[in-house]
């Protein structure tokens, strides 16, 4: 974990508060991540050696990873109890996920 460099002064740490979250640029959770807007408060990043278990990301300043996944492994940076309709989606597809 890596605490987040603030780039620009407008740029306010801790993260906090709505973001988009997009996909990566591999699937490794199988569908369970998906694009959209989750709750984010945060002062540190996980910045992966490779990103093939990068699920998801989002933008605060500057790229950040939102999700990380791997075989039956998943890790979100957003707050799904706090998403309201995009967290209540994915904990119910993790409560179908069979990966």
Not at 20 to 31: E, K, R, W, Y
Not at 40 to 59: I, Q, R
Not at 67 to 95: C, M, T, W, Y
């Amino acid at each position: 974990m890596q605490l987040i460099e603030r780039t620009d002064p407008m740029i306010k740490i801790p993260h906090m508060g709505w973001n988009d979250v997009a996909l990566g640029l591999h699937d490794p959770a199988s569908g369970l991540i998906e694009a959209g807007e989750a709750y984010f408060l945060h002062s540190y990043h996980f910045a992966p050696d490779d990103g093939a278990n990068v699920a998801a990301m989002t933008d605060h300043g500057g790229g950040l990873v939102a999700a990380v996944a791997q075989d039956n492994v998943v890790g979100v940076q957003f707050h799904p109890e706090k998403s309201q309709g995009f967290g209540l989606a994915l904990l119910a597809r993790f409560l179908e996920w069979k990966p």
